[in-house]
C-alpha cells in the first residue's frame, strides 16, 4: 500500500508520461527548455515536500518544501500547479477526509504563514503569473518573501490569496471549489481503461475541450485559450481521433501554446484515482 | 541535494525513459505484459527499500524491502535486477565508500540472513533465472524462503551465493567483480552529453555491443545472446545508426530479446554519475 505521499509522486510521473497531451512534455514530446526528464527528477524532489504535508507540516511549509526540492537540479518550474493542487489533497487524504468538503476544510484552516510560504516558494522558480490586482501591486507575487510584510499587513491567509486569484487562475479556482474538476477527472480516470498515463492523456483532452486553459489565457490571452480549446474538441471529436489529436499536439508545440495548468488538474486528478484504489 | 535512496529512485526512473534502448521496456515501447506505467510505479515502489539501505539496515533486507514495494501492486518484475545493484550500491554511497573497494566491503559483509532474505525476495514476483547448480538443486532460488534451511545448512552468506551465480548471470558478476562494468557505464554516461535518459540509451546499446546480456542468454542461449550484441554493434556502427537502431528495438520486441541485464547495469551507472554531481 502506497501513502499518499507516494501516491502524489506516482501521479505526477503518470501525468508527465501521458500522451498526446497537447502544447505539453509528455512521453514523446519534449519542450525546447523542458526535458521529460526534468520532470522525473521534479517529481523525485518533490517527495519531501509531499511527505511533510502526509505527516501534518502547515500546507504552506509543505508546499515551498516540495517546490524547493522540485527545483533543487536547475531552478527549472515542471510541476508547481500541480504541487499547489497536491499538497492540500494529500493533507485531506491524511486526515481521512480526500472529498470535497474535506479539501474545504484544509483550505479553511491556512494562515497567513501558509500564504507567507506560498509567497517564498516562488523565489525556488520562475512561475507564469498574471498581473497583481490593481489596487494592490504589493502583493505581487513575483515579489516573493519581500512581499511578506504587505501579505502581514493585508492579514491574507493563503485560502484569502486563492481567493484573490481564482478569476484567472484554475489552480486557485479549485482550491476555492472544493477541487470540483480534480474530483470529477478523478471519476473520469476511473472510468477509462488502459495504462493510468493514457487515461490522464485522455483526461486532459476533455478538461481542454471544456475549460480554456488558464496558463494559455495569461500568456496569450483568453481568445487564444478558448481557441486552443476548441482545436482540441475538434480534435478529440475527429474521425481519426488519434492522428488530429498527434498533429494539434505538434501544432500546440510549434505555436507555443502549453496547456500547463490542465495538466495540474490531470496530475490532481490521478492522486485522487490512486487513492482509491485504481491501479497502475 | 537528493539523498542516495532518491539519486537510485531517479536513476531507475532515467534509466526506463532512454530510447532507444532495443528490446527494452523504454520511452517510446511497452512490451506485451510490461508498461512503462509499471515501471514508474515500481521505482516508486522500491523507495523504502532504498532508503533502508541508506539508513543502514542489513542489504538483503533491504533488497527484500525494496522488491516488495516495487511488486506491491501486480507482482510485476520491473526492476529486480536493478534493485540488486542499486541496493550495495546506495550501501556503499551512504558509508561515502562509493568505488569498487567501496563495494567490495558492502559485499563481502553480507550474512547468511542477507542470503535469505534474497531468496524471500523471489516471492514477491516471477524472476527468470537459471537452473540451479546440479549439485545442489536445492539452493534453486525460485524455492523462496523454502530453501532457506538449506542456505543455512550450507553455510551460504549472500556474497557466497553471488558467487554461485557469477558465471551466468551479470548481475551476480557485478557484486563479485566490484560493480565494474557499472562505474565504467556511470563514466560513460558522465563524458556523454545530453539528456540523462538519453545517455543512458546510448550507454546501453555500447554495453550491449560489449558483453552479450545474460537474462537473454538465460532465455534463447548463449548463442542468441551473443548474435543480439553483434546485432546492436552493427546497428550503433552503420551509417545510420538512429534509423538502424530503431529498427533493431522493434526487431527485439517483435523476437522477444529482452536485454534486462544490460539494463540494470545502465540504471547502476545512471545512480553512480548522479552521486558523482551528473545533473539530469
Known sequence: MRTSARNAELALLLEVAGTPKPGNVDRRRDLPDLHFDHFLAGAVG???G?????DGAPVGEAFERGVRGMAADHGRNTQFGALLLLVPLVRAASEDALSPGGTERVVEATTMDDAAEFYRAFEHCEVFVDEPPEDAPELDVRR???AIPDLERHGLTLADVMRMS????????????GFERSFRAAERIADLDGPLSERGARTF???????????????HGEGAARRAGERAKRARDADDPSAAVEALADEFVEEGINP?????IVAAGLFVALERGVEP
Open 144 to 146: 516573493g518573501s519581500e
Open 205 to 219: 483532452l476533455d478538461l481542454l475541450a471544456a475549460y480554456p486553459d488558464t496558463l494559455v489565457a495569461t500568456k
Open 50 to 54: 509531499l511527505r511533510a504535508a502526509e
Open 260 to 264: 500547463g495548468t490542465t495538466a495540474d
Open 166 to 177: 481564482e478569476a484567472g487562475d484554475d489552480v486557485a479556482r479549485e482550491w476555492t471549489h
Open 46 to 48: 518533490a517527495v519531501d
